[in-house]
């Protein structure tokens, strides 16, 4: 008896591993092959994936039966002929459903924070606009963050097809949100954005080793990271360093270890200086920045209507990072210089006369201040009050400035291999490029290096005349902060001769679009609505 259990479970064993061997063998398909996607009108449309090497493929789609088999190595691809806009419609392939797809025009749009920007950081403007439009015809993919130093990959970190509603919209990139929406409205015809962009990365991240062959300095460095110890030990010696910065920070700081703590409304505060809001004298020492904590408090009389309604906390923006009490309460933090401070305040907080407000700021490595005109008030309904004018203040911890961190992502090639190189077989019908300020220090290098990027691009595509768009940096910098104007002139200079010079390129004008104060502009919907324009001339001249 022994022996025949011992045979049987030796075939439950056999079976189960065959079952297992079988389920393997699924079609598998690249994340971004996915319900709701969109697939380029009017070209050879690539669908792709992998199997079991001699596995046979059957793609069926609108009607149509396409066949192959998975190659010696399981690769697979089929080539659907021209396809006229529609949809939505299904496709199988063997035994996977999708479901949902459109047939029309696809970009790729790319570049760094400012085509990243999500619709949710322009809400000030279009809120209301986002809220009452859907279209289920505009779909978005966003490539999730990823890199890779070795060599081009097959595949991007998993992500999904969202369409234009209300619900989804805060999402997209704000720049191709308002492209699509503007094109839409002209062609009628379905739009699949893939935002693919990264915010800080500079253009030699998105080219390819191939691409960057004439710029030997980027490749050694590149060279350098393909060490995965060297990039585990810098990753986990640099975690490590912010975390004690971090934790001597919270250790030195009197304003979170008194008996009373400095944010709670019955501290004592009489012996704190008063500042006005925007002079950030107490930032620095006469010559240098004051890094580590810094205390506000302000006192603010709010109406008997107010009581206990919900509100909103509108702290403009600050640098570098902050923490945020009322009465008493923590409200919210942000952990960077850039977004915007918009902070809900729970109804019941608020009460009838005086309220607290306290700010934390926490300075890691420039001077510390609040940006000026920016909006910093308290809003209930259509009801606001001003938080300008003076506060209190008091130092907390001070410390040096905070360890650097290397950000492998924009080494070269990285982004290029696991961003860009997994993308190449997805039919597009143009691109967008929206990125240039990590690169304006180097202007002298980007007219080589973007004309070197457009032609990697269309090489990789096989799209020879890919209609390609540049956006023109926008104004950004104190009118009389002569040395950064020059150098940002320059550099646009440089976008333009690049447009100029590289056939079915064009460039969107945003000069006029900018912000002093802001390096990632609000208007999108007017840049939008150029970057759309530039893109149907390009396409035009080439019929």
């Known amino acids: 008896m022994k022996i025949r259990f011992s045979i049987s479970r030796v075939r439950l064993v056999a079976f189960m591993l065959c079952l297992a061997s079988l389920s393997e063998a699924k079609v598998k398909l690249p994340t971004f092959i996915a319900d709701g996607m969109v697939l380029q009108r009017e070209q050879d449309v690539p669908v792709w994936g992998t199997a079991d090497p001699g596995e046979e493929v059957i793609v069926s789609f609108l009607k149509k039966k396409y066949r192959t088999n998975a190659d010696a190595q399981g690769n697979w691809k089929v080539v659907l002929p021209s396809l006229k806009p529609g949809g939505p419609h299904d496709m199988t392939i063997n035994e996977i459903t999708l479901k949902d797809i459109l047939i029309g025009d696809v970009f790729l749009c790319s570049g760094q924070s400012n085509m990243e920007l999500p619709i949710s950081r322009v809400a000030d403007l279009y809120a209301k606009e986002v809220s009452e439009y859907t279209n289920p015809m505009i779909r978005h993919i966003k490539i999730p963050l990823s890199y890779n130093f070795h060599e081009p990959q097959t595949d991007t970190q998993p992500s999904l097809w969202k369409a234009a509603t209300p619900e989804d919209a805060p999402s997209f990139s704000a720049l191709a949100y308002f492209f699509a929406k503007d094109l839409y409205a002209e062609t009628k015809v379905p739009v699949g954005l893939i935002n693919s962009s990264v915010g800080g990365s500079p253009v030699e991240a998105w080219i390819s080793e191939e691409g960057l062959k004439p710029f030997p300095k980027y490749l050694s460095e590149r060279d350098i990271y393909q060490s995965d110890e060297f990039v585990s030990l810098t990753r986990e010696l640099e975690n490590k360093r912010s975390h004690l910065w971090q934790q001597v920070l919270y250790k030195n700081d009197p304003g979170l270890h008194e008996p009373v703590k400095w944010y709670q409304p019955d501290y004592n505060d009489d012996d704190w200086k008063t500042y006005d809001l925007f002079d950030s004298s107490w930032g620095s020492n006469g010559l240098n920045p004051v890094h580590g904590s810094h205390w506000f408090r302000k006192e603010v009389e709010l109406p008997q209507s107010w009581a206990g309604k919900e509100a909103t906390l509108r702290l403009g923006c600050i640098v570098d990072a902050d923490s945020v009490y009322v009465n008493g309460v923590f409200v919210g933090t942000v952990s960077y210089q850039y977004p915007p401070r918009i902070y809900k305040i729970p109804a019941p907080l608020l009460k009838a006369g005086m309220n607290l407000v306290t700010v934390r700021l926490m300075s890691h490595a420039g001077y510390p201040h609040f940006v000026k005109d920016k909006p910093y008030k308290i809003i209930a309904g259509s009801e606001e009050v001003s938080l300008e004018g003076t506060w209190k203040y008091k130092q907390g911890a001070p410390m040096p400035a905070a360890f650097g961190q290397t950000f492998f992502q924009y080494k070269p090639v990285g982004l290029y291999n696991a961003m860009i190189a997994p993308l190449k077989d997805y039919a597009i019908k143009g691109a967008i490029w929206y990125q240039g300020e990590s690169n304006t220090g180097r202007y002298n290098e980007y007219y080589d290096l ?70 990632h502009p609000l208007n999108k919907k007017e840049l939008g609505k150029r970057v759309k324009e530039e893109m149907m001339n390009l396409i035009e001249n080439l019929k």
């Open 450 to 519: 973007l004309t070197a990027m457009i032609q990697d691009w269309r090489t990789a595509w096989n799209q020879p005349d890919l209609p390609f768009v540049i956006v023109e940096l926008a104004s950004f910098g104190a009118p009389d902060n002569a040395s950064m104007q020059k150098q940002w002139a320059a550099f646009r200079e440089v976008q333009r001769r690049v447009a100029q010079d590289t056939p079915h390129a064009g460039i969107a004008s945003a000069f006029d679009l900018g912000e002093w104060n802001d390096i």
